[in-house]
């Protein structure tokens, strides 16, 4: 059994280079473990004029930082990267004790979230505008990528570092200096950081971060003249409410919001393969997880064989505290949203559909908060109308949808507001390519569960959201184009 490690931060507020510690009459919010119920600390939460302070501390830092040379930026910014591989085993059983998911999906995450850094850290040097002829003589353009300034940043609890790294690294890297509202659930994490990012050089200012409810930081940075940029993981309700909020300042968004994937096996996949790879997906944070697959199209042929076999898997999980060893699942971030994943399966059975497959292995485990925990379920007959289907679920529920004809898979998976990810699995190179073009999804996996990486660019379509993070896309969210007309220079005779 790992442990979590001791603090070597402080649970406050990160303002101007310092932990900032809110005064008498404050209100903090106590982090638990979501396995255990253990007391992680208590968190000095930021009001709204530590939020504004937070605002004017990092326009203020934002001169000295953009004329610092973009190769300087990335250094600090991949010395980042380093430090956070280097200390992957402390970020990852914190990550592990406030958020739940077992060991070795936090230390993947510690990667990922290097990756981030790493890769803006080299994208820093390679932003460059160009000259463009001017149709009168003697004269020409000057086309400029320019940082946008200050950045509001808001990241969610289900991977509280890499979606902070994604958007802090892009930032940081386009010249912007910013502030950083983590999740309520998970700011240890992000306030781990702080001191990180200081040590790699980070000048004092460039990045805030600010823990404290969503509904006190959010307006604050959708109002405040000097946020430019608005940058955004959540639900779709948030974006949508943080985009009305904004619209008076006619702010920058770059939104990743809600997504309900459809996971399409063709009629020739391996089912062996699929069933391997669906259940790491839909155990990865045990299903909370934007991108995971929501609903399964299989054909109505093979149903039997993939319920067979995914029983089978289901049944041999562990389920527990993501700090024990050979953990597969951990809990979910809470009790209420164990309670909305059962509502969902109870009117999924209540109209028809049928549970196949359970696994309560964690309610005979002592120690366990078992009333955070939701069972690996499957659940065969769900039909599109089902809220099941229609909705993103967020727990370890697979629930399967059988089709008849490709056309038909195709056009039911296409058939929701959202289109953030989507997966297809067979072994025809050509129907795949095709089914995978067909889909109305931001990224495709194409016999592969998690396609994401810091080289590529991701972003949803429909109520999926705006912009895209990672690529050489994922530093343009937070630069503004400038065109300067000039005199072109000439050699005097």
Known sequence: MKTSPPLWFEPAPWIDGAWRQPGRGSDPFTVRNPATGALLAEVGRADAGAVTAAIEGA?????????????ARGEI?????????????????????????????????????????????????RVHGRIVPHPEA??????????????????????????????????LAAGCTAVWKPAEATPLV?????????????????LQIVPGKGSVVGPVLAA???????????????GSSLMVAAAPGIKRLSLELGGNAPFIILPDADLGSVTDQLVQLKMFVSGQVCVTANRIFVPADR?????????ARIAGLKVGDGLAEGVDAGPLIHMDACRDVRSRVAEAVAAGAKI?????????????????????????????????AREEIFGPVIPLLSYRTLPEAVERANATPYGLAAYV??????????????????????????????????GGVKQSGIGAEGGEEGIREFLETRVISMPKPGVDG
């Open 59 to 71: 326009a203020r830092a934002g001169r000295g930082w953009r004329e610092l040379p973009a190769a």
């Open 425 to 458: 699995y067979g072994t025809d190179l050509g129907r795949l390519r095709a089914v995978a073009s067909a889909l109305e999804a931001g990224i495709v996996g194409v016999n592969e569960w998690r396609p994401l990486k810091a080289e590529i660019p991701f």
């Open 224 to 238: 405040h003249p000097h946020v430019r940029v608005l940058s955004l993981t959540g639900s779709t309700a948030t």
């Open 138 to 171: 003697g004269r020409e353009f000057l086309v400029e990528q320019c940082p946008a300034g200050v950045a509001g940043l808001i990241t969610p609890w289900n991977f509280p570092l890499a979606q902070g790294a994604k958007k802090v690294a892009a930032a």
């Open 356 to 388: 196949v497959a359970e696994n309560r292995s964690f309610e005979s485990t002592p120690g366990l908060c078992v009333e955070n925990f939701s069972p690996p379920t499957v659940v065969a007959g769900v039909t599109d109308s089902m809220r099941l």
């Open 190 to 206: 992000a306030l781990a950081l702080a001191p990180i990012l200081a040590a790699a050089g980070l000048p004092a200012g460039v």
């Open 77 to 125: 910014l991949k010395r980042t990267a380093a430090a956070l591989r280097a200390r992957r085993d402390e970020f990852a059983r914190l990550l592990t004790a406030e958020q739940g998911k077992p060991y070795l999906q936090a230390a993947g995450e510690v990667d990922y979230a290097a990756s981030f850094f790493q890769w803006f850290g080299e994208e820093a040097r």
């Open 303 to 311: 149903e039997a064989e993939l319920i067979e076999r995914l029983s």
